[in-house]
């Protein structure tokens, strides 16, 4: 268990959170392990087999404390929330906009913009920093194949033409992630591509659970502003899917995630038996791992960084809500268009 700012996190296996008056108490095997006010808390996120009271979900549902509920390997199964709140006329306006193919393409052309230059900037990073001749100039190849991308990303005519250039940038991108990793431990975290459902290799499982509480924060931010989360202009519409929240994630992805994964292993702070393997070839980081992840991604969040459009210097954490905040704008009709997180 981890409280972290207002987020208490439940990674031990067959806890059990309930209400005791104004305070959730997490017992594991009828032994007491924790206990924080309510009052205290602003989101609830349990990984696996966790056990949960109908009274805490009722309570967490009147306060507006959201509950997440995540697999061990953190993929989203289910959020419990209480009353939708949020300005209706912007949500009548994101319904409208989502039929208008030309407002949805820009929004879509500008999510996949932000990715593809955040992805960018990684692989020229890590070409900077690599003293391998081979790696430097197969990064800075890949990293050339994706400002052509760009090209074709803005020349998009259609969404279908657009995820075509999406595909081919991240197919490219992750065919070379592996010579970001240090020699040393390539042979444990190399990845040959992208893997999930399960993952395959121990990157890909890493990716995987940092992807999956970005998609959380991405998820609570367009819900902070009024917007919808389950109507996106990028992803399409499936029941149960976040599809904004899976919009605004695209451009975090590289600049939050996978640069955090790349840290922890090139700085030994994951290795090779953090993870287990399981049956059919699945790879999934062990409980205690995951709340190493879990501290270091917080602490990311904690960091602060220059937003380039706004010129304000802010919090990691903060960046999905600013975003989201600019996104409303834009579907409000104010400000020329929806500009993407780029990293510096």
């Not at 009271?53 to 697999?71: N, Q």
């Not at 913009?113 to 890949?142: F, H, M, T």
């Not at 519409?237 to 840290?263: K, S, Y």
């Not at 990691?316 to 104010?334: H, I, S, Y």
Request: hydrophobic share 45%; net charge neutral.
């Amino acid at each position: 268990m981890l409280q972290i700012l207002n987020t208490l996190y439940i990674t031990t296996l067959d806890a059990y959170v309930h209400l005791d008056n104004d305070t959730v108490r997490v017992d594991v095997h009828r032994e007491t392990r924790l206990r924080v006010p309510i009052h205290h808390l602003g989101s609830l996120v349990c990984f696996g087999n966790v056990l949960l009271s109908p009274s805490i979900i009722a309570r967490c549902a009147k306060e507006g404390i959201g509950v997440v509920i995540l697999d061990v390997n953190g993929r989203f199964r289910a959020r419990v929330e209480g009353p939708v709140s949020g300005n209706i006329l912007l949500r009548q306006a994101q319904h409208r906009l989502a039929l208008d193919a030309t407002f949805a393409l820009d929004i879509a052309r500008a999510a996949i913009a932000g990715k593809i230059r955040n992805s960018r900037s990684v692989l020229l990073r890590g070409a900077r920093d690599s003293n391998d001749p081979a790696d430097v100039e197969a990064l800075a190849a890949a990293a050339l194949h994706l400002e052509g991308g760009l090209r074709g990303a803005a020349e998009a005519a259609d969404l279908d033409v657009l995820l075509g250039v999406e595909g081919d940038a991240a197919r490219t991108y992750f065919s070379v992630l592996t010579r970001l990793v240090r020699t040393d431990v390539r042979e444990s975290f190399g990845i040959d591509g992208r893997s999930r459902r399960p993952p395959r290799d121990r990157m890909n499982s890493l990716l995987s659970f940092l992807y999956s509480m970005l998609m959380n924060d991405c998820r609570s931010a367009v819900e902070s502003v009024g917007l919808d989360p389950q109507l996106g202009f990028l992803h399409a519409v499936r029941p149960g899917r976040a599809a904004l929240a899976l919009d605004l994630m695209e451009e975090f992805r590289a600049c939050i995630a996978d640069r955090l994964a790349l840290t922890l292993v090139n700085r030994m702070q994951l290795q090779r038996d953090d993870f287990e393997e399981r049956e059919g070839g699945a790879v999934q980081l062990k409980e205690d791992s995951r709340r190493k992840v879990i501290v270091a991604y917080q602490e990311r969040k904690q960091e602060e960084v220059t937003h380039p459009v706004l010129d304000a210097r802010m919090s990691v954490g903060l960046l999905p809500f600013t975003q989201a905040r600019l996104l409303a704008r834009c579907v409000r009709g104010e400000g020329a268009g929806y500009m993407p997180f780029i990293s510096r």
